[in-house]
């Protein structure tokens, strides 16, 4: 008896702990759904009322119109919903229907008037129109957030975002108000200063979602930088699918094999994960002891060797599965929690934004087998959909780089002839990028104040 007590008593510790580390992203259910929106209808400021000053006027002016049209077709189709319900309570004769919708409709306004009180109504200052959009985003039916973008050289962009946005959308926004490359490199990473961890966001995930599992007061930031490491199991795939060959083996590697490599991994219904293993350390839990085990990649998660156990499958204890976890690379470790390197990244659910021993933390023996662990993951975790998110960035690049391209031809055409572009009766729609040349773009992460960035 004394033995099921205590084993029901873990069990209660248990539930208790994993309520703990993930309250902070639960919302109460006797809280109002309504303060809950309105807390987390901006991102990376200290209240609304600031981001809707940072935004740029023609985001709030579309905001505002796009809030308006939003709120007039809902009120519509209310008043359809309310009038279809009483016409079918009623059912008068098809004649008094006809007349009172005939009596119903208004006279149609002088074009002139109406077009003067609508402007008169228009909010004329921008206090004015951020007045307007909180009271509209509190009827919004479509969830949006105003979200604040760090750049790499410290500076910021904001950015209105609704549930319906992935971040290859958000990416191309960020596209046409910055002058970088395009190329398929530039990602969105969040960082989260104290676990000292960031990740990158995928370009398929909804961004307003993602954001969602911050905690009201969190210090997260969101970045958008260049990461090379983005696509480079479809740049380099040999690395992943032939990583037990030599180096000189791998370099010598042609463009031909590499596609040959793709399509037979990628170009199934489903992707073919990397036969990963070797020996990561594990953290153990609330300790800062790390002890080394043999871990293998499996596509539905990571798993490993039990002590006196053999690499068969039968033998093989899964260490975590994918479903519901994410990946990140993390910061400083060797001195938070006195890992062997710096080289280490942790396994955790979204929701989780606290130090929890339901978090995974494993470290690599260097930057290599690093690489290889965090994309592999990927590789198991999103199987087509990675491959499908390259395939839209590198059309996206190549969209967007030959109208670039086209647009600086456009301008030394006019220099050449000595027309100033200026009076060109027909300039470029978009600016060649050499023209900002002056304005290096971001490309990196700075780290959380304190530490240093690996």
């Known amino acids: 008896m004394n033995d099921i ?28 759904p309504a303060s809950h929106r309105h807390s987390t209808f901006s991102i990376g400021f200290t209240d609304l009322n600031e ?41 008068p004769s098809a004649m008094t229907q006809g007349y009172e919708a005939t009596a119903a409709l208004p006279l149609p306004p002088n074009t002139a008037e109406f077009s003067g009180e609508l402007q008169r109504n228009e909010p004329q200052t921008k206090a004015d129109k951020i007045k307007l959009a909180l009271e509209k985003l509190k009827e919004a039916k479509v969830r949006k957030l105003i979200v604040k973008v760090m750049m790499g050289d410290g500076s910021s962009k904001t950015l209105m975002v609704d549930e319906r946005q992935t971040v290859r959308d958000v990416l191309d926004k960020l596209f046409e108000k910055t002058y970088c490359d395009c190329s398929i490199d530039w ?17 398929h995930e909804s961004l307003v979602e993602l954001l969602s599992s911050w905690t009201r007061h969190s210090e997260n930031k969101i970045y958008f930088v260049s990461r090379p490491q983005k696509y480079v199991m479809f740049k380099d795939p040999q690395l992943f699918y032939m990583w037990k060959k030599k180096k000189s083996v791998l370099s010598g590697i042609n463009e031909h094999a590499k596609k040959l490599l793709i399509k037979e991994h990628f170009g199934g219904s489903t992707v073919i994960v990397p036969n990963l ?8 839990d609330g300790k800062k002891v790390w002890k080394p085990r043999y871990f293998l990649l499996r596509a539905s998660g990571i798993y490993y060797v039990p002590k006196g ?26 001195q938070k929690y006195r890992a062997p390197t710096n080289f280490g990244f942790m396994l955790k659910h979204p929701c989780i934004q606290k130090e929890s ?23 198991a975790k999103y ?24 647009a600086h031809k456009d301008g030394s055409k006019s220099h ?39």
Request: hydrophobic share 30%; charged share 20%.
């Open 187 to 203: 990602s969105l990473c969040e960082t989260n200063p104290e676990l000292l961890i960031e990740r990158g966001f995928e370009d």
């Open 383 to 406: 199987g087509t959909v990675l491959y499908k998110n390259y395939q839209a960035a590198v059309k996206t690049a190549s969209t967007l780089q030959t109208l670039q391209s086209a």
């Open 357 to 379: 021993h339901y978090i995974k933390f494993l470290c690599c023996d260097n930057e290599h087998t690093l690489l290889l662990w965090v994309n592999s993951i990927r590789i």
């Open 51 to 91: 981001s809707l000053n940072e935004l740029e006027d023609h985001d709030l002016d579309a905001l505002v119109a796009d809030l308006g049209s939003k709120s007039t077709t809902q009120d519509l189709a209310t008043e359809q919903q309310t009038s279809s319900a009483t016409d079918n309570q009623t059912a």
């Open 5 to 32: 007590d205590a084993m029901f008593s873990h069990l209660l510790g248990e539930i208790d702990h994993l309520s703990q580390s993930l309250s902070s992203a639960a919302e109460a259910p006797e809280e109002d």
């Open 277 to 284: 293993e070797g020996m990561l350390h594990l953290k153990e």
């Open 416 to 454: 050449a002839t000595g027309i100033s572009p200026h009076l060109d009766p027909s300039p470029p729609k978009i600016t060649a990028v050499e023209d900002y040349s002056q304005e290096s773009p971001p490309d990196f992460i700075p780290p959380p104040p304190g530490h240093t960035h690996i």
């Open 309 to 334: 156990k053999t690499k068969s499958s039968s033998d093989l204890a899964c260490f975590v599965r994918f479903e519901k976890v994410n990946i990140y690379t993390t910061n400083n470790y060797k």
